[in-house]
């Protein structure tokens, strides 16, 4: 356990102020639905859960754009191993994130259908992300991608375009039953495109 986050500490310094960004939106998010809670589904939903994407953006970005496989090697246990596992624990954190939001903007009745629906919005997000990192290798397209796509669905033309819809767009808190559909969508995407991802990155 002490090598795991004494490797995360090395990694964390290595994203750089990357690791940070999101950690200041997240505040500065916080701090703006203390004063306008009733926004809060919308707010996490368009902004918390497509950020998700950006530590899996950049904690592949020194691997997949810096030929990083020349230092992961030197380490005792598979490179490709060390890489994922660590990764499980950057999503893991930022799904406690969410988590923390869900406690303390929705009330108890509600919890698990916000749950549902923000963590597999995270999940599409983070899976579809590493899968534009790894077929293109690049930060900047896999970004504007991911921007785009966000983008488009709030101004109503993804439809148009053909792009998925991962959002609800729900002003209040939807039953269980209205939610777990598009979750479950929403939750294949992410796992498929994380699996696919995964193969690229291993050739």
Known sequence: ?????????IETKLMGVNFYIPLFIYLAIFLYLLVVP?????????IITPLSSWWTIWYFHDY???????VLVTYPTSHLKYLF???YLY??????????????FFEPVYFISSLIQ????ASFFIGTSLFFMAVFRSV???????VFNVISQIIDIGHILMLYNPFFFNQEILPIGEVIDKSLNNL??????YWIAKFLISE
């Open 1 to 9: 356990m002490t090598r795991i986050f004494y490797s995360l500490k």
């Open 38 to 46: 009733e926004q809060a589904i919308l707010v996490i939903e368009l």
């Open 64 to 70: 997949l754009c810096r030929d990083g496989k020349k």
């Open 85 to 87: 596992n660590h990764f």
């Open 91 to 104: 999503v893991l954190l930022y799904l406690l994130l969410i988590l923390m939001l869900n406690v303390i």
């Open 118 to 121: 923000f963590t597999s919005q």
């Open 140 to 146: 900047d397209i896999t970004i504007s991608i991911i």
């Open 188 to 193: 294949l995407y992410g796992i498929v495109a």
